[in-house]
């Protein structure tokens, strides 16, 4: 079966994939593979909004440091100036696509803030902005003629000179492309391009609990780790501190910007509690928020804390929110304008990735990375509130610049032989494999979360080990199929971050250690693997 051929090839569906898909389309042939359906990703999903400088009282000195106070000194300084000097363009691209963000009565933006923002600088779509912005792109991908997208397809490996050595005399360490599942005709595929952009979104489906949805299995980042491509700050994950607590119910999100409206943190007692932990009380950078909210359910042993909203203006919270307000009514029978709202820390966001330079460019000839999926130094030890969809524009948009001016399809002559596919389908062992997933999640939860110690991590890096001998020994005996992918991505996710946070023997940002409880100038770098 002959290859599928393109000038770009782009793994991911979200908005950095999105945004350069559109640029890049505009000098070759795009595919886009995507999982499930086109709009299936974190991007949808996100609620709070995009951070840029745009109101008056703000400047981009200011932004920088913000991102700098929570990155916790790890945040690379040319990434940051990028990012912050870039993104309100960014910011008009969107509106210029059609994204509708929210506005005032006046008929200006209304921008929001959100914790460890010192001005109001939040572009935001009421609470469901990531799927305003995702539906307009998709319209945009969907109507151009350079682009193809190929929905449920789910990326197995990267395709490397390791593949189609016998084609190379001296070249190594390139990207070719990507062998490909396509779940409805059980095939795989080649996928060849000129270049690859990962663009695979997070990672946090590898916890018990996480704000994400099950597509989050960090492909993009264990492909890259596989094929040898460098990885840095694995062992800083961000855990949301208010996701709503619903036992039994699928995780849901409750946004930073409801704390930045107003909303006040209540322990089980009823008593507000992060003035204790910090003087900005529930506007502390996420790392301080779920710690804090941590520590208070573990003094009583109580299963969650309270978001308190009741004191607000019940018409202006049920147009700011109604997605949130219109949940919590459904499916908790909760009138949030009067009732407080249950909530718990939950896995949301990987702040390492795929290292990048500033134009997207990994460790690898012809393989780009941006979004969740890459490190390009911006966020550091914590990432700042909303800059994560900024950094998906700002990176995407510069690796689209940078390969449009760069010759194509160099290595469009090499033979790449077809995925080797002889296994048998072991569905009997699968029943007890398939258990490894929710065994992997909960060592995860128990001993890699929001407080960790030197022992907890070995113990979960010895149980890793067994889980990922056992799965690859079924990976290699087998027929593929997405959810065996999907645990072999996670397991692999599973030790990047445990060997990460294993070699950091300091407490900085969201990488907690009981034992090695304060910061280090030994450690004021990145980990790389």
């Given at each position: 079966?002959?290859?599928?051929?393109?000038?770009?090839?782009?793994?991911?569906?979200?908005?950095?994939?999105?945004?350069?898909?559109?640029?890049?389309?505009?000098?070759?042939?795009?595919?886009?593979?995507?999982?499930?359906?086109?709009?299936?990703?974190?991007?949808?999903?996100?609620?709070?909004?995009?951070?840029?400088?745009?109101?008056?009282?703000?400047?981009?000195?200011?932004?920088?440091?913000?991102?700098?106070?929570?990155?916790?000194?790890?945040?690379?300084?040319?990434?940051?100036?990028?990012?912050?000097?870039?993104?309100?363009?960014r910011i008009k691209e969107l509106i210029e696509w059609g994204v509708q963000f929210s506005k005032d009565k006046n008929k200006q933006y209304d921008l929001a803030k959100e914790g460890g923002h010192s001005r109001n600088r939040i572009f935001h779509a009421k609470d469901m902005t990531g799927a305003e912005v995702e539906k307009t792109l998709i319209q945009w991908v969907k109507n151009h003629p350079n682009i193809t997208?190929?929905?449920?397809?789910?990326?197995?490996?990267l395709i490397t000179e390791h593949h189609v050595l016998g084609n190379l005399r001296a070249d190594f360490n390139i990207c070719f492309g990507a062998y490909v599942f396509n779940k409805d005709e059980k095939k795989v595929r080649t996928f060849q391009a000129g270049n690859t952009l990962l663009a695979?979104?997070?990672?946090s489906h590898v916890y018990l609990h996480s704000t994400n949805p099950k597509i989050a299995t960090g492909d993009g980042v264990a492909m890259a780790y596989r094929a040898g491509a460098r990885i840095a700050n694995m062992e800083f994950i961000q855990f949301h501190p208010t996701s709503l607590y619903s036992p039994g119910k699928k995780t849901f999100l409750i946004t930073e910007a409801m704390r930045g409206f107003g909303a006040v943190l209540r322990n089980a007692k009823g008593d507000t509690f992060?003035?204790?932990?910090?003087?900005?009380?529930?506007?502390?950078?996420?790392?301080?928020?779920?710690r804090a909210i941590d520590t208070e359910m573990k003094k009583d042993g109580d299963d969650c804390v309270y978001l308190d909203v009741t004191h607000l203006e019940a018409k202006e919270l049920k147009t700011r929110f109604p997605n949130i307000y219109n949940y919590c009514l459904k499916n908790l029978n909760l009138d949030i304008t009067k009732e407080l709202i249950p909530v718990v820390p939950a896995a949301h966001y990987v702040c390492g990735g795929v290292m990048t330079d500033l134009d997207g460019q990994t460790s690898m000839k012809n393989l780009y990375a941006s979004g969740e999926s890459a490190h390009t130094g911006v966020h550091g030890a914590n990432r700042l509130a909303s800059n994560s969809l900024l950094e998906a524009l700002v990176f995407s948009?510069?690796?689209?610049?940078?390969?449009?001016?760069?010759?194509?399809?160099?290595?469009?002559?090499?033979?790449?032989?077809?995925?080797?596919?002889?296994?048998?389908a072991n569905e009997e062992e699968w029943v007890l494999i398939k258990h490894n997933l929710k065994e992997l999640q909960s060592i995860m939860w128990d001993y890699v979360g929001i407080v960790r110690s030197q022992n907890h991590l070995h113990?979960?890096?010895?149980?890793?080990?067994?889980?990922?001998?056992?799965?690859?020994?079924?990976?290699k005996r087998t027929k593929l199929f997405p959810q065996l992918i999907a645990l072999r991505n996670l397991t692999a996710i599973a030790y990047l971050i445990i060997s990460s946070a294993?070699?950091?023997?300091?407490?900085?940002?969201?990488?907690?250690?009981n034992d090695f409880p304060r910061a280090s100038d030994k450690h004021l770098k990145d980990s790389i693997i």
């Amino acid at each position: 079966m002959k290859p599928i051929k393109s000038d770009y090839l782009v793994i991911g569906s979200g908005l950095a994939g999105l945004t350069f898909a559109l640029k890049v389309a505009e000098h070759g042939t795009v595919n886009i593979i995507t999982k499930k359906k086109v709009k299936e990703s974190n991007t949808n999903y996100a609620q709070g909004g995009i951070a840029a400088v745009f109101a008056d009282d703000d400047n981009l000195d200011l932004h920088k440091q913000d991102t700098f106070v929570a990155g916790a000194g790890l945040c690379h300084e040319d990434a940051v100036n990028v990012l912050v000097k870039e993104g309100p363009d960014r910011i008009k691209e969107l509106i210029e696509w059609g994204v509708q963000f929210s506005k005032d009565k006046n008929k200006q933006y209304d921008l929001a803030k959100e914790g460890g923002h010192s001005r109001n600088r939040i572009f935001h779509a009421k609470d469901m902005t990531g799927a305003e912005v995702e539906k307009t792109l998709i319209q945009w991908v969907k109507n151009h003629p350079n682009i193809t997208i190929y929905e449920n397809h789910q990326a197995i490996d990267l395709i490397t000179e390791h593949h189609v050595l016998g084609n190379l005399r001296a070249d190594f360490n390139i990207c070719f492309g990507a062998y490909v599942f396509n779940k409805d005709e059980k095939k795989v595929r080649t996928f060849q391009a000129g270049n690859t952009l990962l663009a695979t979104g997070g990672a946090s489906h590898v916890y018990l609990h996480s704000t994400n949805p099950k597509i989050a299995t960090g492909d993009g980042v264990a492909m890259a780790y596989r094929a040898g491509a460098r990885i840095a700050n694995m062992e800083f994950i961000q855990f949301h501190p208010t996701s709503l607590y619903s036992p039994g119910k699928k995780t849901f999100l409750i946004t930073e910007a409801m704390r930045g409206f107003g909303a006040v943190l209540r322990n089980a007692k009823g008593d507000t509690f992060m003035h204790q932990y910090d003087e900005r009380k529930e506007l502390a950078p996420r790392d301080i928020v779920a710690r804090a909210i941590d520590t208070e359910m573990k003094k009583d042993g109580d299963d969650c804390v309270y978001l308190d909203v009741t004191h607000l203006e019940a018409k202006e919270l049920k147009t700011r929110f109604p997605n949130i307000y219109n949940y919590c009514l459904k499916n908790l029978n909760l009138d949030i304008t009067k009732e407080l709202i249950p909530v718990v820390p939950a896995a949301h966001y990987v702040c390492g990735g795929v290292m990048t330079d500033l134009d997207g460019q990994t460790s690898m000839k012809n393989l780009y990375a941006s979004g969740e999926s890459a490190h390009t130094g911006v966020h550091g030890a914590n990432r700042l509130a909303s800059n994560s969809l900024l950094e998906a524009l700002v990176f995407s948009h510069r690796a689209a610049k940078k390969l449009t001016g760069l010759p194509q399809n160099q290595y469009d002559h090499v033979n790449i032989p077809e995925w080797y596919d002889q296994g048998l389908a072991n569905e009997e062992e699968w029943v007890l494999i398939k258990h490894n997933l929710k065994e992997l999640q909960s060592i995860m939860w128990d001993y890699v979360g929001i407080v960790r110690s030197q022992n907890h991590l070995h113990r979960a890096f010895s149980r890793i080990e067994f889980l990922y001998r056992e799965i690859e020994d079924y990976y290699k005996r087998t027929k593929l199929f997405p959810q065996l992918i999907a645990l072999r991505n996670l397991t692999a996710i599973a030790y990047l971050i445990i060997s990460s946070a294993i070699r950091r023997k300091e407490s900085r940002g969201l990488h907690f250690m009981n034992d090695f409880p304060r910061a280090s100038d030994k450690h004021l770098k990145d980990s790389i693997i």
